[in-house]
Structures are given as C-alpha cells and as structure tokens.
C-alpha cells in the first residue's frame, strides 16, 4: 500500500506564506507526477500545482507567481506566498505511483487532506 502524509497547513492572514510538505511511504517502486490539489466547501477539487519525474511544472492561473512547487524523489512541496482569503481551502496531496516493477502504468494516490485559512 502507498501513504501520502500532507503537513505544514494552518490559519495564516492575508499577505501571508504556508510551505505544505507531502512524504510518500509503502511500497513504492517508482514515482510519477507528483502535485497538489484543493478543493473549497462547495467547490469541485481543483490543479494547484504539479510537477513531473523531468522536473516540468504546470501551475493553476489563479497561483502563478504566487506558488512553487518542488520535489526530491518521492516528497513534493508546496511553498505559497502572497496568500489571499480565496486560497482557503483543503489541500491534497496527490501522486501517480507504480507499487512493483511489473506494473504497466501508474496509479493515483491522495493524502488526506491538510486545511488551509487565510484570513481577510
């Protein structure tokens, strides 16, 4: 089985920086695109950020220049600068991971979730 353990969420005021950290653990032959999600009450969940095995980055509109996003081997960061009371949100961690080498393709892994407030 693969664990993906979120951490680094929290209550921060407008303006403000959070750096979400994702470690992925279990039985993990190789690591594919790794990322970040989020998802609003009422909301669909949403791309905040990825980044895949060749160091490629694709970011959401709503946080170019605002976020980055970094991994080494199998944990992915999420660093967010310039947070504005709309990036609150519940942010996943997500990862395509295949568990042996006899496996054809990846499958998708999620963590459960970190909260993240920023308020007005």
């Known amino acids: 089985q693969v664990q993906l353990v979120e951490s680094g969420g929290g209550l921060v005021q407008a303006g403000g920086s959070l750096r979400l950290t994702c470690a992925a653990s279990?039985?993990?032959?190789?690591?594919?695109?790794m990322g970040w999600y989020r998802q609003a009450p009422g909301n669909q969940r949403e791309l905040v950020a990825t980044?895949?095995?060749?160091?490629t980055k694709n970011f959401a509109d709503s946080v170019k220049g605002r976020f980055a996003i970094s991994r080494a081997k199998i944990t992915v960061n999420l660093q967010m600068n310039s947070l504005k009371p709309e990036d609150t949100a519940v942010y996943y961690c997500?990862?395509?991971?295949?568990?042996?080498?006899?496996?054809?393709?990846?499958?998708?892994?999620w963590g459960q979730g970190t909260q993240v407030t920023v308020s007005s």
């Open positions: 279990g039985s993990i032959f190789s690591a594919g695109d």
């Open positions: 997500n990862a395509f991971v295949k568990t042996d080498s006899s496996s054809r393709s990846y499958s998708p892994y």
């Open positions: 980044v895949s095995t060749d160091g």
